[in-house]
């Protein structure tokens, strides 16, 4: 399998065309007519990715995460991102990306996250693309037997990777719950479309004290703030099984590395 191969098999799954205009998807570094046998999939593009990929003997690194989300003028090894780029090539690592795009893809990231805490009928996105209503960001759907918010909090955070900050809630913990929204990553932006979907609960990542507050206070649905590496975590799986069933022939791997932003809770 050559690197095209693969990236073929990616951008059908995850097209970047329906990345956001701001976004970067796509090759980070690497030649596409390289043979590849080993992938190693990841959230985020940090060094310590690029060394389990390097142990490992990846050949390429998928990473939901762009590394240079607003473009750069140098690669140079003077910053944590040039040093990274430079480990990659020296090594024969290449570096792609799929992020907006995997986001609002069928399935994608939030697809992955509403299996982790466990919806498991079916799902329609919550923001659906105005010429896609299969195709959009988040998702909704129902739980398979109603149950309380402190209860759905419980099993999610037990669906999802373990991390130093675990999950906050907000609402009344003997709410009951059945229709549930999900958004991998940052999810504030989505906070009103919750709202208007009618859902029992929005469980999302990075999300704020006042639009929390506010949405709550308002009578909105109850909140669920996780980690933002584990509610995009999931799809890791997702994407490299899309691999597998394509006819491929490489070794995955899925980083279990927790590279969330924050390490330690007191
Ligand atoms: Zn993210």
């Known amino acids: ?22 976004d ?13 046998h080993k992938v190693l999939f990841a959230v985020d593009p940090v060094a310590v990715v690029a060394e ?9 690194i998928v990473t939901h995460h762009p590394l240079y989300l607003r473009g750069t003028t140098s690669v140079a090894a003077t910053t944590p991102k040039g040093r990274l780029i430079h480990r990659l090539i020296k090594h024969d690592v290449a570096l792609y990306t799929a992020h907006t795009n ?22 329609v996105p919550l923001q659906p693309f105005p010429d896609d209503p299969w195709r959009g960001l988040g998702r909704v759907g129902e739980l398979p037997e109603p149950t309380t918010l402190g ?4 099993r999610a955070a037990k669906g999802l990777p373990r991390t130093s900050g675990g999950l906050r809630v907000a609402g009344d913990l ?7 929204a999900v958004s991998g990553g940052a999810g504030d932006s989505l906070l009103a479309t919750a709202k208007a979907a009618a859902v029992d609960v929005f469980l999302t990542a990075d999300l704020r004290h006042h639009p929390a507050s506010e949405f709550v ?16 975590w999931p799809w890791l799986d997702s ?28």
């Open 151 to 154: 209860e759905f909090a419980a």
């Open 1 to 22: 399998m050559t690197l095209t191969d693969v990236i073929e098999v990616l951008e059908a799954a995850y097209p970047p065309a329906r990345a956001e205009s701001w």
């Open 217 to 232: 206070e308002s009578g909105g649905p109850a909140l669920i703030d996780a980690a933002h590496w584990a509610t995009e």
């Open 24 to 36: 970067a998807v796509g090759l980070v570094c690497g030649d596409p007519a390289e043979r590849v």
């Open 174 to 180: 003997a709410r009951p719950v059945t229709r549930v």
């Open 52 to 60: 389990e990929a390097l142990d490992w003997g990846a050949d390429l």
């Open 239 to 266: 994407a490299a099984s899309i691999l597998h069933s394509s006819g491929v022939t490489v070794e995955t791997r899925v980083s279990a590395t927790v590279t969330d932003a924050w390490t330690r809770g007191y």
């Open 102 to 123: 995997a986001d609002t893809a069928n399935p994608g990231v939030s697809d992955a996250l509403a299996r982790a805490v466990g919806l498991t009928g079916d799902l």
